[in-house]
């Protein structure tokens, strides 16, 4: 079949959480269809990132994005439309062109919107199954929910009050939904009651490409993977550099903890002080740290989705600490594959548990290794996608 995949996010490099799934998703599903690709982009891109894409697609066209300004005359618009302000200031006129480009110019079977933000595009096509990729809600649930001032709380009321009136009018005209967790599928029944056809694909990892040689693990070394520009991420590392980093080096005074991600100075300056804590700053190839730490740890308290943190860390051979947050939505076994721990004085005993314990370290390694082998690895979550989308081809033709 042939497949239009509209992204929000350029799939190459695959650097980020989005990028990731974007591009494996396609990279599978060009493995058995033909995949044109429309893409925002963050600035103009080089040849060399558009052929790279161009492995997989048979067409590959882009546009620049532009970020959501609050502050400009369509978002201030924006509070008189029932349609979130982010959907309707960053709509796209280029991106738009090269939708109605390639709709005159072939003959789709699907379209896929890669997030909420390509919805929008999607709907140019009005006898074609269109499936929205993606869809995470959770997030900002949470932050309404954790609002306790009246004027923010009824504000933050107002932004999820529009976004799930919207997410339900839309799912009208997409034949199916995809979430990354049954969580998230929880989330959108409760938004869409009727709304029948969403399905669970959760995120996955390149078991193989995590599985080389990186070098021997650095004794009492911890990681955590992510950019502390996210708000889930910055929150998780306040918590532990404040609260349970200090137990852990009552114990341990030697332990060190790398964080990667791009590094933003204004935020790393808002993080308490300690000088165990280094900023690896933005990384081409992250498998090294990842693989030579002793534990990867994910203290997170905050947002949805599954963790690719946790399955990269896995992949790796590195043992895993995290909250239940942290964890949520992946089929993972406490005590086998992964600790889990959500209070400050366990989550710290968790971590001291595989420092000073070889075997337990080795026994979480393997298991963890072998479960994301069986369960998480790319080549068996793109065929779930594919066979998801197939399914639904399937029952449009017999109606």
């Not at 860390?313 to 959500?342: C, N, R």
Request: charged residues 20%.
């Amino acid at each position: 079949m042939k497949i239009l995949f509209l992204s929000r996010w350029y799939p190459y490099p695959p650097d980020n959480g989005s990028k990731i799934r974007a591009f494996n998703l396609i990279k599978h599903l060009a493995s058995q269809h033909e995949i044109d690709l429309i893409s925002f982009v963050g600035k103009s891109i080089k040849a060399a990132r558009l052929t790279a894409m161009q492995a997989f697609c048979q067409q590959v066209n882009v546009a620049i994005y532009r970020p959501f300004q609050p502050s400009g005359l369509k978002a201030t618009l924006g509070f008189l439309s029932t349609k979130p302000r982010a959907i309707i200031d960053t709509y796209n006129r280029d991106l738009e062109q090269l939708v109605l480009q390639a709709k005159s110019q072939n003959r789709y079977d699907a379209i896929i919107a890669f997030e909420l933000d390509m919805s929008s595009y999607a709907l140019f096509f009005t006898n074609t199954v269109k499936i929205l990729e993606e869809l995470e809600v959770t997030t900002q649930y949470e932050q309404y929910m954790m609002q306790t001032q009246p004027l923010k709380k009824l504000r933050w009321r107002l932004m999820w009050w529009k976004k799930s009136n919207y997410i339900n009018r839309l799912l009208r005209d997409f034949e199916g939904c995809t979430v990354v967790s049954e969580e998230e599928q929880k989330r959108i029944q409760e938004i869409s009651p009727t709304y029948q056809s969403i399905g669970v694909i959760p995120n996955g990892v390149d078991v193989a490409h995590y599985s080389g040689d990186f070098g021997p693990p650095k004794p009492n070394t911890l990681v955590y993977s992510g950019a502390l520009s996210y708000h889930a991420n910055f929150d998780a590392m306040q918590f532990f550099i404040g609260e349970i980093l200090p137990l852990i080096q009552a114990e341990c005074p030697d332990v060190k903890l790398a964080i990667t991600g791009k590094r933003d100075p204004s935020l790393a300056k808002k993080l308490p002080k300690n000088e165990a804590v280094t900023f690896t700053g933005y990384l081409d190839d992250i498998r090294p740290t990842i693989a030579q730490s002793w534990i990867s740890i994910v203290p997170l308290r905050l947002g949805g989705g599954t963790r690719l943190k946790i399955l990269e860390a896995m992949a790796a051979g590195t043992p895993v600490v995290s909250t239940s947050k942290g964890a949520e939505g992946l089929d993972l076994t406490p005590e086998h594959d992964i600790l889990i721990a959500d209070e400050t004085p366990a989550f710290a005993q968790a971590v001291l548990r595989i420092l000073k314990n070889n075997d337990l370290r080795q026994k979480l390694s393997q298991n963890g290794h072998q479960t994301t082998q069986a369960k998480y690895d790319w080549q068996i979550i793109g065929q779930q996608f594919t066979e998801f989308i197939e399914k639904i081809l399937d029952k449009k033709r017999a109606q």
